[in-house]
């Protein structure tokens, strides 16, 4: 075997060694999330199914966090500020249209945004309409903690000028409809019925995407390659 073969393979094992390690890496580090994530699963669980509690208060708004908050039932009680709603557009199980996003003003005058629900494309001017007149009066809000969701949808920047939304960013929708102080979140109304039917909550839908274990096995099967690898050509430089 001459010697610039033997230096050749002894640097394919070397690279090869280097991979096992990276990907034996990556699958611990994929791992890792895997448990993250159910974790976070069972948090999030325990809290679309607890019993609701009030709205964070101004001086918790600093703490609130997408980890340790989203999807936690909450309740809170005041004056809807109709002709400050938006609709965002929305596709759900009931198909395409919008969902109606109505600032609720509680007594120490914070300004929380609600999503009461979903109205479809058709019928959006006059489930707004029916809304404004049959719930004018104080409501208690019961539904899960969302947190903003900025910017706008894929492709489709929201545009406060012109009125037209395609994510529930409070930040913008506040500042376009001259909220001050308003909570950083919103809250996803359940499904008890609006005056009218419409618009219809309790949509929400709670999935997280988990694919960590098949990138971990990926990973690791991609591991034991190279290091089969690596051996193969170990053993072919020895003989």
């Not at 393979?9 to 280097?18: A, D, I, K, P, S």
């Not at 609130?64 to 929305?90: C, I, M, N, P, W």
């Amino acid at each position: 075997m001459s010697e610039p073969s033997a230096r050749a393979r002894r640097l394919l094992t070397g690279f090869l060694l280097v991979l096992v390690a990276v990907f034996l890496a990556l699958g611990t580090w994929q791992v890792q999330r895997l448990f993250w994530k159910l974790d976070l699963i069972a948090r999030v669980e325990s809290r679309v199914h607890a019993d609701p509690v009030p709205v964070p208060a101004r001086a918790e708004w600093p703490a609130v966090s997408r980890e340790e908050d989203e999807y936690r039932r909450v309740t809170a009680t005041g004056l809807f500020q109709h002709d400050k709603t938006v609709l965002v557009q929305a596709v759900t199980e009931r198909g395409a249209g919008f969902w109606v996003l109505t600032p609720l003003l509680l007594p120490d005058e914070t300004a929380v945004l609600v999503n009461r629900g979903f109205v479809p494309a058709d019928r959006r001017d006059p489930a707004a309409r029916v809304a404004s007149e049959l719930a004018a009066g104080p409501v208690t809000v019961t539904g899960l903690l969302r947190l903003s969701e900025p910017g706008g949808a894929f492709l489709r920047a929201n545009d406060p000028a012109a009125d037209r939304w395609f994510s529930r960013d409070v930040a913008a929708i506040t500042a376009a409809k001259g909220l001050s102080g308003a909570a950083p979140y919103f809250i996803d109304a359940d499904a008890t019925p609006n005056p009218g039917g419409l618009p219809v909550g309790g949509l929400t839908v709670v999935a997280f995407r988990n694919s960590h274990l098949v990138y971990a096995l990926t990973w690791y099967a991609l591991a034991a390659m190279s290091a089969a690898g690596a051996w193969a050509v170990h053993r072919r430089r020895l003989g």
